[in-house]
């Protein structure tokens, strides 16, 4: 396996999530962001001491955006074809194989990216037995 290619330090501006308006008091109302649209909105009108809105300078740095801490970014793989894709790109991305992937296929899959030098990010998923 090679390892990755180096890079600036990835740094996130906001690691928590910004969770919807009154989300915490009312069960009825979800956590997933919604703007808030009314009028007379204290979280709209940005007063100080309520929660943030999502906006764009809390986007991150785009040579480290999507990266994982390995310095790798995340390809999707669902068959041992799609591992040779990764044949001269190994350094900047990681092969994750699918969830869908039947565990036979996945100890091939293992097998070509070891033969590549191809990193698997979850390479012992479903393939190790219980004991």
């Known amino acids: 396996m090679v ?3 180096s890079h600036v330090p990835i ?3 906001k690691t928590t999530k910004f969770n919807r308006h009154q989300s915490d008091r009312f069960k009825c109302v ?3 962001w919604r ?19 999502p906006k ?11 990266m994982m801490p390995s ?3 995340a390809f999707l793989v669902q068959n041992s074809r799609d ?9 900047i991305y990681a092969a994750e194989i699918g969830h869908a992937v039947s565990s036979r296929k996945r100890v091939e899959i293992i097998a070509k990216a070891k033969a ?12 190790t037995t219980e004991s």
């Open 30 to 32: 979800p956590e997933s």
């Open 3 to 5: 390892a990755a290619k």
């Open 71 to 73: 310095g790798h970014k």
């Open 56 to 66: 764009i300078g809390y986007g991150s740095n785009k040579r480290t955006r999507h």
């Open 116 to 127: 590549l030098g191809v990193k698997v990010t979850n390479a012992k998923a479903r393939v």
């Open 83 to 91: 591992v040779e894709l990764l044949l001269m790109h190994n350094r």
């Open 11 to 13: 740094v996130k501006k």
């Open 35 to 53: 703007k808030p649209k009314g009028i007379d909105n204290r979280v709209r009108r940005r007063f100080k001491g309520n929660i943030a809105m």
